[in-house]
């Protein structure tokens, strides 16, 4: 059973810089494509940002495009969210999933929350 962790949250300022780590329990995800989603409250959990199981493919939501970046690491079992100029509307519980590879592309995989597998979740805060 795959168990992700997330790691890198916190509070910022307005146009502050995180990193957002997910690892694994297993020793590699190259075989998942792994996706950020956030949930604020009061609203429905959404994608973030998605990556392929081979790193080439991407995608990332209208709000974030230009700010954020997904990247795997060169640790294999892990994958990153860098999230630079963030505003409080990015304020949520941020999570990271991993689906098989092969079950669905990166991009319906992001508009979708019915994965295998999720860590826990962890806050990340911007406000003045």
């Known amino acids: 059973q795959l168990k992700l962790v997330e790691s890198g949250g916190g509070s910022v300022q307005p146009g502050g810089a995180l990193r957002l780590s997910c690892a694994a329990s297993?020793?590699?995800?190259?075989?998942?494509?792994i996706g950020w989603f956030r949930q604020a409250p009061g609203k429905e959990r959404e994608g973030v940002s998605c990556i392929s199981n081979t790193g080439d493919i991407t995608t990332y939501a209208d709000s974030v495009k230009g700010r954020f970046t997904i990247s795997r690491g060169n640790v294999r079992a892990t994958v990153f969210l860098h999230m630079n100029n963030l505003k409080p509307e990015d304020t949520a519980v941020y999570y990271c999933?991993?689906?098989?590879?092969?079950?669905?592309?990166?991009?319906?995989?992001?508009?979708?929350?019915?994965?295998?597998?999720w860590g826990q979740g962890i806050q990340v805060t911007v406000s003045s």
């Open positions: 999933a991993a689906d098989p590879t092969g079950i669905r592309t990166v991009r319906a995989m992001c508009n979708s929350t019915q994965h295998d597998y």
């Open positions: 297993e020793s590699t995800l190259d075989y998942y494509a």
